[in-house]
């Protein structure tokens, strides 16, 4: 018998199978991962299977290997499906479901397991308790540890410190005693799981809740889609609880997606104190490989039923899955932006057909794609209008920065603001600020010449940070030191414009000296966890004011924080993308939800230079529904998503001449194809990328809209295939169906 074998390669060109024998005494069957001779390569390449037949019309090598795990086969097709559909390697899309941290060299050296020393009791319960009634151990903190011992036997050392204050000499002192032992224990390593003591069970659903349910839960085994469309703490999260519960219940899992900044420890809390921490297991891209490792061999082996995880956790090995949900679905982290760039949502779209079984949408803020497919009856819309706890929407003010400025203000909060400052830090409340920073960090320019500062490698401006005093390159990490005169004109007079997270904190500073800040940003967010340090300090030691980005909108629940500050709304209003008020409205949306979650109502402030603009005005009353009525309009009129798809064919070299080349020599291609086939599409001129430069290579795209079907995709992949068929030096092609980000 003979194999058809996909190397493991992102060589496009390799794109296609080998075939290879199979000796007898290998089990080799489709979706094994092999080992086999390749090319002029002294290592074997690594291989997946995706073919057995009776004989090949070429001479053939026999396989030189067998690994232990296979890819099945719905995932197999999955790969060939995300390679078509995504335009890149079938190889690259298999990657996604191995287990991580596994390279062809090194054919059976697994990652090594983590041993660390765990105490355990070595006495009975009943000898403990004798020993402690009876006086012989007096110490309190031995008593401590050998009471939490009882209670959590084979702890770390770390936790015991965490929970009972006591030290190491005192766990040596009961070890001497004979009380306890040191035992080199495997561990599972993963920070986000972690004993949680809180028991929950199942709320009693509110009418709209249980509507929801019962629809949901009364098909578990239908591959149905639905949209749970519900204001923040109308108590979605409660649903996914019980619909999950009711799957594992049936011996069934779950995939519970979020987006990767809402994956917090808070939020795997919440799913441990429901299903215990045994049925979890929990995948993103900041656990360390070996983590990510022990996690996926727990969801293979069966033991975890309930996987929560961002973007990638949907290629988790799950068994017997019965139910998806992806809250916050209207997140951009759902879509990959490095190759392969698949669309997780997509994904689960076809895990749901594939596999039978529903996939659950949620959001207080819907993809307007998704919306619209509910309203066309595609997706079942489930409706959620009012909080499940009674707490009420917090109030939104506008603020018109015109009139700020006409007033004589021209620093960056306005008077109302600094007013419901001053008020939250008499009544001892905290306050959250929020800078979006798309466009909006601080720049130099000369203001003789109106030249700005830019990175040499990317046509990009630099930003400028004040407190090392100099300038960084956001898109490629180069950095530079802080000019003192013009590289244009030579002129001296340099200033620093726009304002950024830093410069909001010193003005917050020094209008409230007595008032404690924190920042949370790119910078100050960057070791593993930090986001969450960040926020835990913020909570725990309640600081007045919580300075931040885009970080600071998602996934937290802070009972004292009850003013909202936002100050430009319009920085997203302007950024050149079809779906600028889409994310304008989302965000202020989601930034008003930080606002209230405890007994207090909240309240938010928007400042913003267009008060009268719809996304800012629906924001406001929190209408998603007349904004996506509105939007909708504006959308059909322009012919934009969800009237039509759009395709971005981005070509980048870092020679100007040849990316010339490519650009004319694809474009003549599809204009060929369009023309002679009579395509229904509106194909438009190669043109500068909006960042025509990033890291020295030189950008320009295509762009076509379309109603995207399978000819479409041919056209498509025949651009790649004109492409491949180019001699090309550093020349790269990428196609990209609707992506997020358009710069
Ligand atoms: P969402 O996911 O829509 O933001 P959550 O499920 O987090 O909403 O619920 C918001 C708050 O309301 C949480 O504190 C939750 O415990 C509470 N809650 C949810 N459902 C109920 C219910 N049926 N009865 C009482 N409280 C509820
Ligand atoms: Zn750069
Ligand atoms: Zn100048």
Redesign the pocket.
Same mark, same amino acid.
């Given at each position: 018998m003979v194999a058809e074998v996909i190397i493991d390669t992102s060589v496009k060109t390799l794109n296609k199978t080998f075939d290879y024998e199979i000796p007898t005494d290998l089990d080799i069957k489709v979706g094994s991962r092999v080992f086999v001779p390749f090319g002029k390569q002294k290592e074997l390449a690594e291989g997946i299977v995706v073919n057995i037949k009776e004989a090949s019309e070429f001479k053939v090598k026999p396989v030189a290997g067998l690994q232990e795990e296979q890819i099945a086969d719905d995932y197999l097709d999955l790969a060939k499906f995300m390679a078509h559909r995504y335009f890149c390697n079938i190889a690259d899309c298999l990657r996604l479901m191995l287990p991580p941290g596994r390279t062809n060299k090194n054919i059976d050296n697994r990652i090594k397991e983590k041993k660390i020393n765990c105490i355990s009791l070595s006495k009975s319960r009943e000898e403990i308790e004798d020993a402690i009634e009876s006086g012989v151990i007096k110490s309190q903190k031995q008593i401590d540890v050998l009471e939490f011992l009882l209670d959590n036997n084979n702890s770390s050392m770390q936790d015991i410190e965490l929970f009972t204050d006591a030290t190491a000499a005192v766990v040596t002192a009961l070890q001497k005693k004979g009380f306890i032992d040191k035992v080199p224990t495997k561990v599972e390593r993963n920070p986000f799981i972690h004993k949680v003591d809180k028991q929950t069970s199942n709320? *009693?659903?509110?009418d709209e809740?249980q509507a929801a349910f019962d629809e949901i839960s009364s098909n578990l085994n239908t591959a149905n889609e639905y949209l749970v469309f519900?204001v923040? /703490?109308? /108590?979605?999260? *409660?649903i996914y609880l019980q619909l999950i519960g009711k799957t594992l219940a049936k011996g069934k899992s779950s995939i519970m997606l979020v987006p990767e900044i809402s994956l917090t420890p808070q939020t795997v809390d919440r799913f441990i104190a429901r299903f215990g921490e045994d049925n979890i297991a929990v995948l993103h891209s900041k656990l360390s490989i070996g983590e990510r490792f022990d996690q996926w061999m727990k969801i293979k082996e069966g033991k975890a039923k309930i996987i929560i995880g961002a973007r990638s956790a949907i290629f988790a090995p799950v068994q017997n899955l019965g139910l998806i949900v992806i809250d916050e679905e209207h997140d951009e982290s759902y879509e990959s932006e490095s190759n392969p760039r698949y669309n997780a949502i997509e994904v689960a779209e076809y895990l749901k057909d594939t596999v039978g079984v529903p996939l659950v949408l949620g959001s207080a803020t819907p993809d307007m794609r998704s919306f619209y497919r509910a309203r066309q009856g595609e997706i079942k819309l489930l409706t959620l209008k009012n909080r499940?706890?009674q707490s009420t929407l917090p109030t939104v003010d506008i603020v018109d920065l015109r009139e700020e400025l006409a007033n004589g203000n021209r620093s960056m909060i306005s008077e109302k603001l600094r007013e419901e400052i001053q008020s939250n830090l008499d009544n001892n409340q905290q306050t959250i600020l929020f800078l979006n920073r798309r466009g909006f960090a601080s720049f130099v320019m000369c203001k003789d010449c109106g030249e700005t500062i830019k990175c040499d490698r990317c046509n990009i401006t630099l930003t400028y940070h004040k407190y090392e005093n100099r300038l960084k390159c956001h898109y490629c990490g180069n950095e530079k030191a802080m000019v003192s005169e013009c590289p244009s004109c030579h002129s001296k007079n340099i200033r620093t414009f726009g304002a950024g997270t830093q410069k909001l904190e010193e003005e917050i500073q020094s209008l409230f000296p007595g008032a404690t800040t924190i920042r949370m940003d790119a910078d100050t967010v960057s070791k593993k966890n930090s986001h969450e340090e960040i926020l835990n300090k913020f909570k725990t030691e309640n600081i007045n004011i919580l300075i931040g980005t885009q970080m600071v909108v998602k996934g937290h629940d802070f009972p004292n924080v009850t003013l909202v500050g936002v100050i430009a709304a319009d920085n997203e209003l302007n950024f050149g993308d079809f779906r600028a008020s889409e994310r304008t409205f989302q965000t202020l949306t989601q930034v008003a939800g930080r606002a209230g979650r405890g007994e207090v109502a909240g309240r938010v402030v928007v400042q913003t230079y267009n008060p009268e603009h719809y996304a800012i005005e629906l924001a406001k009353v929190q209408d998603y529904e007349a904004f996506f009525d509105t939007e909708v309009e504006v959308r059909k009129a322009l012919k934009y998503p969800p009237f039509c798809d759009i395709i971005v064919a981005e070509m980048s070299s870092k020679n100007k001449n040849e990316l010339l080349k490519v650009a004319n020599t694809i474009h003549a291609y599809l204009k060929d194809r369009v023309i002679n086939e009579k395509f229904g599409v509106l194909l438009y001129s190669p043109v500068p990328s909006p960042i025509d430069k990033i890291k020295d290579r030189y950008r320009m795209r295509i762009i076509i809209k379309c109603k995207y079907d399978e000819k479409i995709n041919d056209l498509m992949n025949g651009a790649l295939d004109t492409f491949y068929n180019m001699k090309v030096l550093t020349a790269r092609l990428a196609i990209e169906l609707n992506p997020n980000n358009m710069q």
């Open positions: 709320l *009693e659903l509110t809740q519900g923040t /703490g109308s /108590g979605k999260t *409660e499940a706890n």
